[in-house]
């Protein structure tokens, strides 16, 4: 079967078109996607998120009884809001720079596009390596999306044994990232007029005292989580959002907070979650149910998206080096879905077209000679799949 071939550039048109903000629905997206690759006899499978609302695609071409290496994006991303464009977001804009700008472009619908150009020239050939596409949701509010579809493996899906996931790294090899863990913390006390402060429990001042542990906490991080593959070389720690009470004339019954920790491989970010308990059961607690028995903090981990590394030695690593005609690989401070395939058993490595720095702004824009570059990676790995 013979379906319509089409440049990356083409493809990223139609791709781009498509709001997929994180809030909304992916499914027309992945529709075009399943129309695309059944023109070109290329049976794929949804894995449909809990509402029904979005969906991971899964596809295979080449043998269907081995494992394959995958190319993975995610078809989200984040929100125009707020942000002054020259042009419509969705509306590719070839700029006289050669720029291509809209939502996405970088983050990551242009590996997507040429993922999908590639797939006629995948489909001539004779694979003895099957190559999987992979193209998930909801990354960009915690790699949320990708788990469903991961879960399937080895199941009602084919396990991958090699990952490529196409994250802007202007098409330089990344086997090293860090980890984001969030964290929501809700203090509730006792409400009372301002007047008899004495007889409540202010909520806020015990959230102080626990961001105050979290700040010595955050202290410690550059010495005791190091790792100079990263910029900056050491796990860090942010509070991110704080809201608490209700008028200026009454103690205030709650506050949360949310924090948030980027973590380096080998930290130990249970041992942080169990600081704050211990801080807030020993430190806080007692005081605020001398005064208000049904006083509580609750601590709850909201998202954790692993640390990702990969040994030197792996085949993965290698092989894309190679791909990429490269002789080194680079670490990264912002996160990605390889290390949720690399907990799941199948070698993962991040390289992609784009730069990281052009990713989630207003404008945001791929260099033309970035899906060149791809598409050369991409014929490449045809070549090493078909020997």
Aim: charge should be negative.
């Amino acid at each position: 079967m013979s379906g319509p071939v089409y440049t990356p550039e083409e493809l990223l048109v139609r791709l781009v078109a498509f709001d997929t903000t994180s809030y909304k629905s992916n499914l027309e997206l992945i529709a075009f996607v399943e129309d695309y690759l059944l023109q070109h006899g290329v049976l794929s499978a949804r894995v449909a998120s809990p509402e029904g609302d979005k969906a991971c695609l899964f596809a295979t071409i080449g043998p269907q009884d081995v494992g394959g290496i995958a190319l993975s994006g995610h078809t989200d991303v984040v929100p125009v809001d707020g942000q002054i464009w020259d042009s419509d977001p969705f509306t590719l804009r070839i700029g006289d720079d050669d720029r291509l700008y809209g939502r996405g472009t970088c983050d990551m619908k242009g590996f997507l596009a040429c993922a999908l150009a590639s797939v006629p020239d995948y489909k001539r050939r004779r694979l003895k390596t099957p190559i999987h596409l992979a193209f998930s949701y909801d990354e960009e509010v915690g790699c949320l999306g990708v788990r469903p579809m991961i879960a399937e493996f080895g199941r009602t899906l084919p396990k991958p044994r090699l990952t490529i996931v196409g994250e802007p790294t202007s098409m330089q090899v990344v086997d090293a990232h860090k980890g984001p863990v969030r964290w929501l913390v809700e203090v509730t006390g006792r409400a009372m007029h301002s007047s008899m402060a004495h007889l409540g429990v202010n909520a806020i001042t015990y959230a102080m005292r626990l961001i105050g542990e979290l700040e010595r906490i955050e202290a410690e991080l550059p010495v005791s989580a190091r790792n100079d593959r990263f910029e900056p070389p050491y796990a860090t720690l942010q509070v991110t959002r704080i809201d608490g009470g209700t008028a200026t004339n009454i103690v205030p019954v709650t506050c949360r907070f949310g924090f948030d920790v980027r973590s380096v491989p080998g930290l130990d970010v249970s041992a942080i979650e169990r600081r704050l308990i211990t801080f807030a059961e020993e430190n806080c607690l007692p005081e605020m149910r001398r005064i208000a028995p049904e006083a509580t903090i609750s601590i709850v981990r909201a998202n954790n998206v692993p640390p990702f590394g990969v040994s030197a030695e792996s085949e993965i690593v290698a092989l894309t080096l190679k791909l990429a005609g490269q002789n080194k690989t680079h670490g990264v401070s912002y996160a990605t879905e390889a290390g949720l395939f690399q907990d799941a058993g199948s070698q993962a490595i991040v390289c992609g077209p784009g730069d990281i720095a052009q990713a989630h702004a207003a404008n945001e824009w791929l260099a033309r000679d970035q899906l060149t570059k791809c598409m050369g990676f991409l014929k490449r790995l045809g070549d090493w799949a078909e020997s």
